[in-house]
């Protein structure tokens, strides 16, 4: 039987006590549901209000894009009114310093060659040309830097393009009693000057440098040294022992630059290593001067854009963009550029930089043809000749010069105050075979050149009567009453020995700037009196103006500084020291023949008239190079037209002239039209002009419209005319766009009768 047992538990509550407790609990149900219905409201209005300022955002946001935009296109339409506005502005400066050039070349035609006129007028032909580079420069700037920037590729000479910024600094430095130099070391500028390239943008370069070195050097010197070299077929890349020194300097820079040590550049990227052709040199530049310098940690910046030195002191102004912009000229070059570090003790700063341009091989074989086509002393004329002729030339004269025999017998005397042009001088002199001594004061030339007839003469002779070089009895100098040396004893020893050693010719390089004039004329007045001593003597003076130099006989002015053209100078004066041929080797007499025909007296010129362009040389057969011509001048600008009108002339062209290109559609239709149809073809007694040159911008229709619609005139006819543009400036991309219209040659203003000459004979 099994029993089951349940347990109930009971609780029991007083009713008063659980009423009152449902009462509590009530109120605070209420209070809670009246807590959240609250929070709720509050949340909504909260978020209606953030709602609304999200729109009220979104809304001041989208209208700050709208007015962006507009302003973004307002810019837009600024710049780019901006850029047709500069455009247009650029075009009429350089339409006006293609006209104040103009008019100084066809003032310098005027005017005597050897004037102080003439060299003041070739002096601000290059301050112009100097202008119109500036304002390239700054055109160039933003090309740069957005990375469009395109480089030229024209023909030049080098050598030529270095004496220029030379020759235009020389004057500036003056000023401020220093010398600028072009120290040409090995002469192989000289020997490979002949290159494609761009020429403006590496004189931009010379130039910038030239101009800071001047600007910061208050004594001393300036120095450029340039070198050249066949590049390199294999990848450029730094190789050498010293390479810890300058780790951070490009990888293209060559071998030679690694050699020198402590060089700082900016580091370029890896993948700029560039494989050469064998048709590539590089040329190496230093430009050393001796002024204020960089200080070490300011030069990881100095190639900065807007970045200058930094020292309140020093007095400079300027806006910084100049070795920023050295810098990428020389990059699109495919070289570097870098600062190399001095010695101890040294003064200064100095810059080098390496490019890369195309050779141009000139034969050194040269043509009959190319000697007699120069009917005028080819060392005072060279200016005058293409450039591929001058080089011919110029390699002529160096290979004589090199030839054994060319230059034996001569020795030098050099009287010149400026350390570095003696050294230079003396160099190039002893690497010629030429004997030199040196007097290092004016008051020592006779005691020098007592020194050199005694020891030369006794060196070739054993006759008793003959002084010797320690007796300076024999050779005494005293001064007069103006404190001037005078030779005593010069005539005894001339009456006691002749010279008979094998140094017969005496070249005596004074500098007029170091030696008096009372002094000179001494030296002057004793040579006639040294027949006995030399078998000929000559005497080349070095001056910076001609007002100091005007009554000094000698056989050569030269002005300094002397750089390379200069150099051909004195060996064309040293070759008249050899004017029988009979003297000469057989090898070297055929050459000497030829560069005599074009050579018979060595003209006292200007500082450098051989780098001017201005307008073709007065010789009678080739006074009118143009005669018979017919020439359309289509050209809106009044002076620049009546330049070229007055070269044509002077050139023996018929010319006629318009002002824009409709007219010149309309001046060649009405000549079409009276042409037969029977006569075809492109003869030129065909022809109403032999050639035309167009203006490209212009008033009503521009040059670039005109030739196209010539063009579709022409093929109603058969015929065809030359049409030659004509430009203050041309960038690549214009050059492109002439020639697709149909222009056959383009022309940088002003017209230069050589170059007119050129491009004629290039489209015949």
């Given amino acids: 039987m099994i029993f089951f047992f349940l347990q109930v538990i009971v609780v029991a509550f007083p009713r ?57 296109q307002q810019a837009e339409r600024k710049s780019m009114n901006k850029s047709i506005a500069f455009a247009s502005a650029s075009h009429d400066m350089r339409a ?39 304002l390239n420069s700054v055109l160039d700037t933003s090309k740069v830097e957005a990375g469009k920037m395109q480089l030229e590729d024209v023909e030049f000479n080098m050598a030529q393009a270095i004496e220029e910024s030379i020759d235009l600094f020389h004057v500036v430095a003056l000023a401020k009693g220093i010398e600028v ?19 403006r943008r590496f004189k931009q370069i010379l130039d910038n440098l030239l101009s800071n070195a001047v600007k910061f050097t208050s004594e001393g010197h300036v120095m450029v040294s340039a070198w050249a070299k066949k590049a390199r077929s294999k990848n450029s890349e730094l190789t050498s022992i010293q390479q810890s020194h300058f780790s951070n300097i490009s990888s293209s820079l060559s071998r030679w630059f690694c050699n020198i040590g402590g060089v700082y550049s900016t580091k370029r990227p890896h993948n700029s290593i560039i494989s050469r052709g064998e048709g590539d040199m590089e040329f190496i530049f230093e430009v050393d001067d001796t002024g204020i310098g960089i200080p070490k940690d300011q030069r990881s910046s100095i190639f900065e854009n807007y970045v200058q030195l930094k020292d309140s002191n020093l007095g400079y102004e300027g806006t910084g963009l100049g070795l920023g912009i050295v810098q990428s000229y020389v990059r699109l070059m495919d070289g570097d550029i870098g600062i190399k570090e001095k010695q101890p003790g040294e003064r200064g700063s100095c810059f080098i930089f390496n490019i890369f341009l195309k050779s141009i091989d000139v034969s050194s074989n040269n043509t009959e043809e190319d000697f007699n086509s120069c009917k005028f002393p080819i060392l005072n004329r060279l200016h005058s000749f293409s450039s591929k002729t001058r080089s011919k030339v110029q390699s002529s004269m ?85 404190n001037q040396v005078l030779p005593h004893s010069i005539k005894d020893i001339s009456k006691k020995a002749s010279f008979k050693g094998s140094y017969k010719y005496l070249l005596a390089i004074i500098d007029l700037s170091f030696v008096n004039f009372s002094e000179m004329h ?50 064309g004066l040293m070759q008249e020291f050899r004017q029988k041929t009979e003297e000469l080797k057989p090898e070297i007499a055929e050459e000497s023949i030829k560069i005599n025909k074009l050579e018979k007296r060595i003209l006292l010129n200007s500082a450098y008239t051989q780098q001017n362009n201005f307008g073709v040389f007065k010789d009678e057969s080739v ?142």
């Fill in 522 to 571: 001494n030296f002057i007045s004793w040579l006639p009196k040294s027949s006995n001593f030399f078998h000929q003597y000559k005497v080349i003076c070095l001056t910076d103006s001609t007002a100091s130099c005007s009554q000094i006989p000698c056989d050569l002015m030269l002005y300094k500084p002397i750089h390379g053209s200069r150099f051909y100078k004195i060996l």
């Fill in 398 to 482: 160096l290979a004589m010069a090199m030839s054994e025999g060319v230059v034996d017998g001569i020795q030098c005397l050099l009287v010149i105050n400026s350390v570095e042009t003696r050294r230079i001088l003396k160099d190039w002199m002893r690497s010629l075979g030429v004997m030199v001594s040196v007097a290092q004061q004016p008051e020592k030339m006779f005691v020098v050149l007592k020194k050199m007839i005694h020891n030369y003469s006794a060196s070739e002779s054993d006759d008793p009567s003959l002084p010797s070089s320690g007796d300076d009895n024999e050779f005494s100098c005293s001064k007069d009453e103006n």
């Fill in 181 to 199: 130099i072009w120290d040409p070391c090995d002469f192989s500028v000289l020997m490979s000057s002949n290159v494609r390239g761009d020429c």
């Fill in 623 to 764: 006074k009118e190079p143009l005669c018979g011509m017919n020439i359309l001048l289509v050209e809106d600008t009044l002076i620049l037209r009546q330049i070229a009108l007055k070269l044509l002339s002077r050139s023996g062209a018929r010319v006629k002239f318009v002002d824009n290109g409709l007219e010149a559609l309309n001046v060649v239709k009405n000549a079409l039209k009276e042409i037969s149809p029977i006569s075809e073809g492109r003869s030129s007694r065909h022809l109403p002009f032999d050639f035309i040159l167009m203006d490209c911008q212009m008033p009503t229709m521009d040059g670039y419209e005109a030739t196209k619609c010539i063009r579709a005139e022409e093929m109603k006819y058969g015929i065809y005319i030359p049409i030659i543009a004509l430009s203050a400036h041309a960038t690549p991309d214009e050059t492109k766009k002439m020639l697709l219209c149909g222009m056959d040659f383009h022309l940088t203003k002003p017209l230069e009768i050589n170059k007119l000459l050129e491009a004629i004979k290039l489209i015949s």
């Fill in 16 to 72: 008063k006590n659980f009423m009152l407790l449902l009462q509590k609990m009530k109120v605070t149900v209420v209070l809670l549901l009246s807590f959240f219905i609250l929070i709720a409201i509050i949340g909504s209005c909260i978020s209606s209000k953030l709602f609304r300022r999200l729109q009220r955002q979104k809304t001041y946001t989208l209208a700050n894009l709208i007015r962006q935009k507009e302003a973004t």
């Fill in 96 to 134: 006006s310093l293609a006209g104040i050039t103009g008019l100084l070349r066809l003032c310098h035609d005027d005017v005597f060659p050897d004037s102080d006129v003439a060299r003041n007028l070739v002096q601000m032909d290059q301050c112009a040309s100097k202008l119109l580079g500036i």
